[in-house]
């Protein structure tokens, strides 16, 4: 009976493994059972014979399936309870396959040298047989094997213990230690200290209950997680659905992607198409997969997070925006092997954001045109002067000609000169183009400097004719910045004229106008500062300057600040106004430095 | 020399522009001078200077403007022509008001400010000649004794022998001695060339 219950546990428990090859613990239970199960049958035998003959194998084999119990458990509490000292359970392995090497070398067994007898009485109510036999004193090693595996089952308990587990440290741990004790009744017998039967089978019995309760408890509590895990799976689904979340998986190694019906939907794969990356690819907007691809190799190669933002184009030739996020997993050998993610459709916020921009852009080029407006005898000027030195210099030769006498070292120099000053005036014509077309935002990396000397330009005669004290402290080498330079130099020169304005009424002595360029102490960001020495501003009026139509002068829309602080903003920087210590007013704008590896320098004015 | 051979003066900020007038000028054969402020020419500027300046309008520091009233307070007689890039109304009418002698906007043809120039240059001989001629006047002037003074202004004044020996208490006979006297220092030969002479020094006219 008892035999019979291990076999089923036994046969159970290996139909399991078989399933789960990965898993050795079925399979060291299924060989522990076996071997209890073996164990009950010889002792029924044992207790059954009634020659010298019949019980003399027995003993001897009854050793090999000890020896496997012995073993498949050690390794079962090892690999189970992940606990018990390595070097005791291979001095356990080698001592117990010690006993049955020499289990089979001496003529009866390793504990009798000799059977000389069958004796019976009876027990429990049935007449039991014993032998009648001298003890080996080799079985002295069979005992130090119990000896150790006692010590073992205390150690392994301890630490279950002590891990916080105590209901397996009391239940598997409590049936070793009893096992290992009980089964002290076979050297006891041997050495005819008692006179009971072998029952060795029943001790070890216990143990296998033990440890096959606890694996029921393990595959009852695996079967609740699968029922959770699926409601969560569920309700992620869920959560995802209506958050528009496509979800996803790359295995990598196999190059197969899973996604979601609602992914599907979001690409516009079909519900049945098998999917892979270059199917994936295939589905990129042209201008963006590149980013996409660096954006996806970086997170392969690094195992670092996957985030990238990009088009697709849909079957019906529509564009759809798409956030993506993942990350890889790697292998042991830090190869990735999957990838999981999600994707989002956020074609609206891009279509809403690109409105936006597209107003921005709108608002700062009618304030630019109005401004050029402004300045038409500074733009003027700037494209005069170098015409009158074209034609000075024209007619000079064409005199120097008529002549007869020509001097053509003359001649020469007035070419060069006509070629130059032709070069200023084509310069001062494309800046000013930049500025009266309506164009997207440009997002180079650029030298402050460069926008301040350009609008100096642009401004510079005006200046002069204002009678306005222009000085310049711009800090050389300062890093880049990344924007617009257009729009910068908008800005810059809408801070100029309003400084201008300021100090109109001043006295001469007293326009003067600072324009610094500077590094913050952060190390992050670049100030540029106009300061004027103009009646300054009204405290309570500082913050209501940057509002859209407000304005202290008699001509004006009052947009000026407005937009300089929309453009300033859409360039993650910040404007602000302070007053002087001493007289007038300081305009500030800072702009975060350029990241290093954005670091491609290009002309400030903008050429491509 | 030169306050024998007229100089144009150039006075601009701009050295394309400067270069390419001052060659233009070389070229047409007069002799230039070119600064490119209005301090670099006067810290040079010599009064006795003959010829013409052609000034830019819109300069830093001391601008077109401020440099024509200096030279007005010093009693220079150095025409002034205004080039300008972007003359306002205002601008020009107050040079023209402080006598300048053409206003030019930029690009200027060769022809304009060459015409403009020599207009300039025979302007500053006129009057260069003209403030000659009354020094002379007054040198003359200076010669007179201050009895011989006191007739000329009675003659002038279209008054008869008789009359000023009376006026001043005297006989015909001595008058007409001074008379003669202030014929001869003045060199003149009539009363109406002398009162000609008179009337330029601001005499006679009471």
Partial sequence: MNAAACLTLAGFYFAIWCKQRQNQVYLLFSCSAIAAAAISAFELCMLNSRTVGEYEPLVRWIHVPTWVLTLSFVAFVRLYLHAGRAWLAWSIYGLRTLVLILNFIFPVSINFTAITDIRQFPWGGQMVSVPVAAPNPWGLLSTVSLVLLLIFSVDTSITVWRRGDRRRALLVGGSMIFGAILAWHVPLVIWGVIDVPFFLGFSYTAIVAAMGYELSNDMARAASLARELEMSDKRLNLAADSANLGMWEWDIVRDEIWITDKGRAIFGFDSSEKLDFDRFRSRLYLEDRQSVLKAVEHSLGTGGEYESEYRVVLPNGQLRWIAGRGHVELNRDGRPVRMRGASLDITKRKHAEEEAERHRNEMAHLSRVTMLGELSGSIAHELNLPLAAILTNAQTAQRILANGDADLGEVREILNEIVSEDKRASEAIRRLRLWMTKREVQQHSLRINRVVRDVLKLIGSDLTNQKINMHTELTSNLPTVTGDPVQLQQVLLNLVVNACDAMANSDAAQRHLVIRTGIETSNEAITVSIADRGRGISEERIEQLFEPFFTTKEKGMGLGLSVCRTIISAHRGKLWATNNAERGATFYFSLPITAPDEQVVIDGNGSS | ?206
Avoid: W
Wanted: net charge neutral; with cysteine.
């Fill in chain 2, 1 to 206: 020399m030169r306050a024998l051979e007229p100089t144009v003066f150039v006075v601009d900020d701009y050295a394309p522009v400067r270069n390419a007038i001052s060659r233009l000028l070389r070229t047409a054969g007069f002799v230039v001078a070119a600064f490119a402020s209005a301090d670099a020419f006067l810290a040079q500027y010599d009064p006795a200077a003959s010829g013409c300046l052609v000034l830019d309008l819109a300069m830093p520091a001391v601008s077109g403007l401020e440099l024509q009233e200096i030279l007005a307070q010093t009693g220079s007689l150095l025409p002034i022509i205004f080039l300008t890039a972007h003359g306002s109304i205002p601008q020009s009418v107050q040079a023209m008001k402080q006598g300048a002698s053409d206003f030019l906007t930029k690009p200027v043809n060769d022809e304009d400010l060459l015409a403009a120039v020599r207009t300039a240059i025979e302007k500053n001989r006129v009057l260069r000649h003209e403030q000659a001629e009354l020094s002379e006047i007054r040198a003359r002037l200076a010669t007179l004794t201050p009895r011989e003074r006191e007739v000329l202004d009675y003659v002038v004044a279209g008054k008869l022998n008789k009359q000023i020996a009376s006026d001043l208490g005297t006989v015909e006979q001595t008058i007409k001695i001074h008379r003669a006297h202030v014929m001869q220092k003045m060199r003149v030969r009539s009363v109406a060339e002398l009162v000609r002479l008179t009337q330029r020094c601001g005499i006679g006219a009471r």
